[in-house]
């Protein structure tokens, strides 16, 4: 079956820092439903059709792979697993126009509708675990799926990660907790409902303004709601970032980590190591792993070290936040520390992961 | 002597909090004090070297005597106690195991404090005695002092210590005028329709610089970020897509 690539955006968003002639600001396209495994490339939408006329081209991110490959006399691999790797899985993203106990129907963002099969041993997840048919219309589903696209195989319904610096909590039952989410993202407000503050709290020792916080949640009629935490908070503060160890051997090709989700709309992965010039971000070159350094537009090689799962991915997005973290994954086994790369949701879900666990054990290599 | 350990003790206070757990008098006191231990014995050393240089009262010269001592005894039993401590004698750079290095200095320091003592000079009386021979001998002892130092190992260490170029953050600036200077930037120039860059991205130890060219198409060109002559290369590569030309063949890489 042949691999065909799913499309990412014509453009990149940069954010205008200082005086730097070369970074523009420029609109992309939101990420549309696809699906792999078949023949067809799915059709440009209105926005992606204007902008491969407008966009100049030298700013795209395929365009800086061939004239890097071009300049130091490379080959330029294609977007597609490596050979050796477990095929990515499938997913359809979109909002639920119909759900019965053995079909669901789906519009994507596109407009087009894609009508899936619920496999009998399907679970769905909306704040916590329900039956497919149980799944309200309406609710902005991500479904793993299976057999080119048409048996659905899990469901998550309204997820969402919400993760950043705590800026104030507040409340007493119902904790209220305001959270700057890095200079790429909006600030965001978060209810952390009574029935979930314990476990929150437990893997959050710190609830304080300084502080880092990740957790997983659910966007209920326009409020997002954390319920499970994603990781254990890490001890320092978000500004005071340990140091990585010094790497007295040399560079290894390939690094062992973390990767993460996050809830951002380009497809590929946010990375933290990017020169501060270069990715318009003051915040970025953090991590508490020695990373290399790195560009929008260069393509890793993510390995899910779980099940084998790899695609080639570009980098999309700074990863200033994740880079703070240093915690492992226990998914299989214990990882190293540190969040090397921080997948876009549909991404995450194609290698394997599991959106409620919150990471998986990675390692990542320049593609 | 003192002056320099009561300084490097004081820093260490500041640096990765488990650290001075596990360096020299603070190893052998229960926890919560092991901070102000070290801050005591940094504040007593001061107070010990003040006294030498200044004060001429026997007391003031018996006292490190008594402190190299007390501080001999210390590093033997620790050596004996907790094999994997170090002295913590200069602060973090102390990290080494306390070994027989580390306990013949303090022997030789007290062995120095005792003939001070009792010839009953002070600091103050040097530059009156100063002389050749004099400064000979304090040479030497400094000689033998570093010598059984194993701290400025670990401090050579750390001068020689550079991160790899894919892990250094390298400002553009120096690969920008490195890429003027060289002679692929010099057989491209006559095409390319304006002189700052268009796109500048980094990757791993190269840095590549993209120019407009004069009929519509781009010339990229790769920096290497290490070295002290580093590669250049480029390549022009026409709007849709293949590129045309690789032009390494027909420039000379810059070395």
Redesign the interface.
Same mark, same amino acid.
């Given at each position: 079956m042949v691999f065909i690539p799913a499309l990412w955006p014509t453009g990149i968003n940069y954010r205008k820092v200082g005086e730097k002639p070369f970074i523009l600001e420029e609109d992309f396209c939101p990420r549309t439903a696809h699906r792999h495994g078949n023949h067809t490339a799915p059709p440009l939408t209105a926005c992606e059709a204007g902008n491969v006329g407008n966009a100049t081209p030298y700013r795209a991110v395929d365009r800086r792979r061939m004239l890097a490959a071009a300049a130091l006399g490379r080959e330029v691999a294609p977007l597609e697993p490596a050979p050796g790797d477990v095929a990515p899985y499938g997913t359809v993203r979109g909002s639920i126009i119909d759900v019965s106990p053995h079909l669901i129907v789906v519009e994507d963002d596109a407009g087009e509708e894609h009508r899936l099969v619920i496999a009998p041993w399907a679970t769905a997840w909306r704040g916590a675990p329900i039956a497919p048919a149980e799944l309200p219309l309406r609710a902005n589903v991500i479904i793993r799926a299976l057999h080119g696209g048409t048996v659905a195989d899990r469901v998550w319904a309204d997820i969402t990660r919400i993760t950043g610096t705590i800026r104030s909590v507040s409340g007493n039952r119902d904790l209220t907790i305001e959270l700057d989410c890095g200079p790429h993202r909006r600030p965001r407000s978060v209810v952390v409902p009574y029935r979930a503050t314990g476990r929150i709290r437990v893997r959050h020792p710190q609830l304080e303004p300084g502080y880092l916080f990740d957790a997983i949640g659910m966007i209920d009629e326009g409020t997002t709601l954390a319920l499970l935490p994603a990781t254990s908070q890490p001890p320092y503060r978000a500004n005071a970032v340990p140091p990585p160890p010094p790497a007295y051997r040399g560079v290894q090709p390939t690094i062992s980590g973390t990767a993460v989700w996050g809830d951002f709309e380009e497809y590929g992965v946010a990375y933290p190591m990017l020169e501060p010039g270069d990715a318009g971000c003051e915040d970025a070159g953090v991590s508490c792993t020695g990373l290399p350094y790195l560009s929008l537009g260069s393509v890793l090689h993510v390995l899910n070290e779980c099940d084998r799962r790899g695609n080639r991915l570009p980098i999309v997005a700074c990863g200033c936040v994740a880079g703070r973290f240093c915690d492992r994954c226990l998914e299989c086994g214990t990882s190293e520390r540190g969040r090397i790369v921080e997948l876009s949701t549909t991404a995450y879900v194609e290698l394997g992961g599991e959106l409620t666990k919150g990471c998986f054990n990675v390692r990542v290599g320049l593609g | 002597m003192l002056v320099l350990g009561g300084v490097a003790k004081l820093a260490a206070g500041d640096s990765a909090p488990g650290a001075l757990a596990r360096l020299g008098p603070a190893v052998l006191v229960p926890e919560r004090f092991a901070r102000p231990a070290m801050i005591c014995c940094a504040a007593g050393e001061f107070a010990l070297a003040a006294a030498l240089v200044f004060a001429d009262h026997p007391a003031a010269r018996w006292l490190p005597v008594v402190f190299f001592s007390i501080a001999t005894y210390v590093l033997w039993d620790l050596r004996k106690r907790r094999p994997d401590a170090g002295c913590g004698c200069f602060g973090d750079v102390s990290v080494a195991p306390v070994g027989l290095r580390s306990i013949a200095r303090s022997a030789v320091l007290t062995a120095m404090a005792v003939l001070v003592a009792l010839e009953r000079v002070t600091g103050a009386d040097l530059p009156a005695l100063w002389s050749g021979t004099v400064a000979a001998w304090i040479a030497g002892y400094a000689a033998l002092l570093l010598l059984l130092s194993p701290e400025v190992e670990e401090l050579i260490d750390r001068v020689r210590?550079r $991160?790899?170029c %894919?892990?250094?953050?390298? &400002? &553009?600036g120096r690969a920008l005028s490195r890429l003027k200077a060289s002679a692929a930037w010099r057989a491209h120039r006559p095409m390319l329709a304006a002189e %700052?860059?268009? /796109?500048?991205?980094? *990757?791993?130890c190269?840095r !590549?610089f993209?120019f407009p060219a004069k009929d519509g198409s *781009?010339v @990229? !060109? $790769?920096v290497y970020l290490s070295g002290r002559r580093p590669a250049v290369? $480029?390549?022009v @590569?026409p &709007?849709d897509?293949a &590129?045309a030309i690789?032009d /390494?063949s027909r420039v000379p890489i810059s070395r």
């Open positions: - | 210590y $991160a790899p %894919e892990q250094r953050r390298i &400002p &553009p %700052e860059p268009s /796109d500048m991205w980094r *990757e791993l190269w !590549f993209t *781009e @990229v !060109f $790769a290369k $480029a390549a @590569v &709007p897509g &590129p690789a /390494d």
